[in-house]
């Protein structure tokens, strides 16, 4: 654990990684919280519990934390392709 004196200086340090698979937020302060999930580069972000998967909830990862999505309907958009027939 580093200490942070500002939640700019959290998501700065959070997002300088070349990973974003996770991230977990711990507050009681529900504005904190919601400036820290809609800033962290994560693929899930879960606050205030440790990791659950649901199965239709997407799910993978940011920058070279993932290659599209599993779980939910935007899984099937990795393996359909459109067609229109007239």
Known sequence: MTPWKTLDEVIERANSSKFG?????????FNKQ???VQNLEAGSVYVNMLSGAYPNVPFGGYKE???GRDNGVEAID?????KAIY
Do not use: H, R, W
Request: charged content about 20%.
């Open 21 to 29: 698979l996770a991230a977990y937020v711990f507050s009681q302060d």
């Open 34 to 36: 919601e400036k820290l």
């Open 65 to 67: 934390s993932g290659f």
């Open 78 to 82: 990795e393996f359909t392709q459109i």
